[in-house]
Nanobody, 118 residues
């Protein structure tokens, strides 16, 4: 079993910052990708940011220049620094990890609420 535990969500005013953290534990192989998705009410879950095990990153256009993803491969953790937050960033944020070992494995965290007040 693999568990992902997120922390760092909360309520912040527009223009403020939050840092989300996620730690993976359990029967983990070498994780290829770690990242964050988000889902706002009435909308589909969307990719926010992803980081590979060699440090390559990809961001949604809506967060480029404001969010920064980082990871610690030794600790199996991934962080998301969110700056200049906007009301449209309000959503439940989900951490995930993915790797391939004979087959594909994908695991998700339980989600953490981020609310940005205008």
């Amino acid at each position: 079993q693999v568990q992902l535990v997120e922390s760092g969500g909360g309520l912040v005013q527009a223009g403020g910052s939050l840092r989300l953290s996620c730690a993976a534990s359990g029967s983990i192989s070498s994780i290829n990708n770690m990242g964050w998705y988000r889902q706002a009410p009435g909308k589909q879950r969307e990719l926010v940011a992803v980081i590979t095990n060699d440090g390559s990153t990809n961001y949604a256009n809506s967060v480029k220049g404001r969010f920064t993803i980082s990871r610690d491969n030794a600790k199996n953790t991934v962080d998301l620094q969110m700056n200049s937050l906007k009301s449209e960033d309000t959503a439940v944020y989900y951490c995930y990890c993915w790797w391939v070992l004979n087959r594909s494995y994908t695991y998700w965290g339980q989600g953490t609420q981020v609310t940005v007040s205008s």
